[in-house]
């Protein structure tokens, strides 16, 4: 049999579930729109279960939670993916043990993110996540590198946005009383001179889209989606992962 000529996607998910069924069907949608007919995407997934990263979020036990996630990363190459995308914002707080664990290229989703941010012409974002990927510097650093200025809510909005994601949308449950929430989060972070607004967290492209914002928005598992499908039918490949410009 004579594969398609694409790289294999590992991806490495369950962080929550429900996004990671939208980077598979979104990775799946933009191979068969590259190559027509019932062409879809070669793909090795492991998926982990959310409630033993959760309890190590909670607990701050992030040194365990990245050796957990190295561990599925190299099981991934080891099932023959040629490249990795992990499924989620927040655990790119550990992107450096999983780099560690593999020699295939790891995709960054900040770095998808900021590209399309500066794209568009952008230098300064609001940015929406979880609790973790707010009050860190491991995201906001990354844009920075990009020289992208990122801001955030205030504490009142952070807590929202947060309780939102692990109360409701990791759950399945998406509300329009929590929407309405978001936008006028949104509208706070635009008035605070935001650019656009960075979807920060998988699961907030389930509730949240560009009609809600009267500013672009940048969803970032789209993006990162996107840069995957790239790397796989080689448009880009330079490196483990991709490091911000300077």
């Given at each position: 049999m004579n594969e398609t000529p694409m790289r294999r996607i590992g991806m490495l998910g369950g962080m929550s579930w429900e996004s990671t069924v939208e980077y598979y069907r979104l990775t799946n949608e933009l191979v068969r729109a590259r190559l027509g007919g019932v062409h879809s995407a070669r793909i090795v997934l492991d998926s982990v279960d959310f409630a033993d990263i959760e309890t190590l979020q909670a607990a701050g036990e992030w040194e365990k939670a990245g050796v957990a996630l190295a561990a599925r990363a190299h099981a991934v190459e080891a099932a023959g993916a040629e490249l990795?995308?992990?499924?989620?914002?927040?655990?790119?707080v550990v992107i450096d043990a999983i780099e560690d664990a593999v020699s295939v290229p790891v995709l960054h989703i900040a770095d998808a993110t900021a590209r399309s941010i500066r794209a568009a012409g952008l230098t300064r974002v609001g940015l929406l996540g979880t609790a973790f990927t707010m009050d860190r510097d491991f995201y906001r650093g990354r844009l920075a590198g990009h020289g992208i200025d990122t801001i955030v809510p205030g504490a009142w909005d952070r807590q929202t946005v947060h309780t939102v994601i692990y109360d409701e949308l990791v759950r399945g449950i998406v509300s329009d009383a929590s929407r309405d929430a978001y936008r006028a989060v949104i509208e706070r972070l635009v008035v605070d001179g935001a650019e656009g607004i960075i979807l920060g967290c998988t699961e907030i492209e389930l509730l949240v889209s560009a009609s809600d914002s009267p500013v672009p928005v940048f969803p970032t598992t789209r993006l990162h989606v996107e840069a995957a499908v790239d790397l796989a039918f080689g448009d880009r490949l330079d490196?483990?992962?991709e490091e911000p410009s300077t």
């Amino acid at each position: 049999m004579n594969e398609t000529p694409m790289r294999r996607i590992g991806m490495l998910g369950g962080m929550s579930w429900e996004s990671t069924v939208e980077y598979y069907r979104l990775t799946n949608e933009l191979v068969r729109a590259r190559l027509g007919g019932v062409h879809s995407a070669r793909i090795v997934l492991d998926s982990v279960d959310f409630a033993d990263i959760e309890t190590l979020q909670a607990a701050g036990e992030w040194e365990k939670a990245g050796v957990a996630l190295a561990a599925r990363a190299h099981a991934v190459e080891a099932a023959g993916a040629e490249l990795i995308v992990l499924c989620t914002n927040t655990m790119h707080v550990v992107i450096d043990a999983i780099e560690d664990a593999v020699s295939v290229p790891v995709l960054h989703i900040a770095d998808a993110t900021a590209r399309s941010i500066r794209a568009a012409g952008l230098t300064r974002v609001g940015l929406l996540g979880t609790a973790f990927t707010m009050d860190r510097d491991f995201y906001r650093g990354r844009l920075a590198g990009h020289g992208i200025d990122t801001i955030v809510p205030g504490a009142w909005d952070r807590q929202t946005v947060h309780t939102v994601i692990y109360d409701e949308l990791v759950r399945g449950i998406v509300s329009d009383a929590s929407r309405d929430a978001y936008r006028a989060v949104i509208e706070r972070l635009v008035v605070d001179g935001a650019e656009g607004i960075i979807l920060g967290c998988t699961e907030i492209e389930l509730l949240v889209s560009a009609s809600d914002s009267p500013v672009p928005v940048f969803p970032t598992t789209r993006l990162h989606v996107e840069a995957a499908v790239d790397l796989a039918f080689g448009d880009r490949l330079d490196g483990r992962s991709e490091e911000p410009s300077t």
